[in-house]
């Protein structure tokens, strides 16, 4: 199944690296910043709380 992720902030950015991170195809549709992502691609960080 292929989704499409509308809106790369927090929300969206990280369901959609969940999903990709499943193994699912994951397209993202960003409504600013595109030509920055284009040549630099899109990283999401991340971090665990220690508990």
């Known amino acids: 199944m292929r989704y499409g992720i509308i809106g790369t902030g927090a929300i969206g950015g990280y369901y959609g690296a969940k999903l990709a991170h499943a193994g699912q195809e994951v397209h993202f549709l960003l409504r600013s ?12 960080d991340s971090w665990k709380k220690q508990t």
Do not use: M, P, T
């Open 33 to 44: 910043d595109y030509e920055y992502v284009k040549e630099h691609g899109l990283q999401i």
